[in-house]
Nanobody, 116 residues
């Protein structure tokens, strides 16, 4: 079984930056990513990074957020710059079982609040 533990959320002013981290333990994981859920809205995709390093971003965060992964492939980061009030949400780390293409593992979520 895989456990995902997130850290790094908090309160920041609009235009500021935050860095989220997510550490995976247990079995090896493949693609890792970030999703977010704002109050009253559905959970939405933010960014993914494949085991080989290729990345994908939601249009709403392109150019502002950067997803990366450590060399051991067990920790994923989300660097968030130029934050906007609409980025306020609970951010969830996610991971696919190695060799599969569906999100199987989820973290507990970390709150990001951007004040305007």
């Amino acid at each position: 079984q895989v456990q995902l533990v997130e850290s790094g959320g908090g309160l920041v002013q609009a235009g500021g930056s935050l860095r989220l981290s997510c550490a995976a333990s247990g079995s090896p994981v493949g693609t890792m990513g970030w999703h977010r859920q704002a109050p009253g809205k559905q959970r939405e995709f933010v960014a993914t990074i494949r085991y080989g390093g290729s990345t994908n971003y939601a249009d709403s965060v392109k150019g502002r957020f950067t997803v990366s992964r450590d060399n051991a492939k067990t920790t994923v980061y989300l660097q968030m710059n130029s934050l906007k009030s609409e980025d306020t949400a609970v951010y969830y780390c996610s991971a696919m079982q190695y060799g599969t293409t569906s999100w199987k593992y989820w973290g507990q979520g970390t709150q990001v609040t951007v004040s305007s």
